[in-house]
């Protein structure tokens, strides 16, 4: 079983800055990638970033070059430092973690408007 708790999110004007947070807990050892996805009501969960066990990194295009995944591994954590927000990126977002099942967050609100 893996755990994650986001957090981080909240309200920023356009052109600002968020990071989430995702605390990871349980079969940390057993975990092969953890990622971000967002999701609008009425349309289908997307991908926003993923980081391997490995620190191999990918990125949807829209966000490419204004977020960044990473995690720190002695305190658990996955990261999403986003710049450069647009209304566009207003989203839940959620923590994911890939093993030999897959596990969600319960998520966390950003809205980016002025």
């Known amino acids: 079983q893996v755990q994650l708790v986001e957090s981080g999110g909240g309200l920023v004007q356009p052109g600002g800055s968020l990071r989430l947070s995702c605390a990871v807990s349980?079969?940390?050892?057993?975990?092969?990638?953890l990622g971000w996805y967002r999701q609008v009501p009425g349309k289908q969960r997307e991908l926003v970033a993923t980081?391997?066990?490995?620190?191999?990194?990918k990125y949807q295009g829209s966000v490419a070059g204004r977020f960044t995944i990473s995690r720190n591994n002695a305190k658990n954590t996955l990261y999403l430092q986003m710049n450069s927000l647009k209304p566009e990126d207003t989203a839940l977002y959620c923590c994911?973690?890939?093993?030999?099942?897959?596990?969600w967050g319960q998520g966390t609100q950003v809205t980016v408007s002025s």
């Open positions: 980081i391997t066990s490995g620190n191999r990194r």
């Open positions: 994911n973690a890939k093993a030999q099942y897959e596990y």
């Open positions: 349980g079969s940390i050892f057993s975990i092969l990638a």
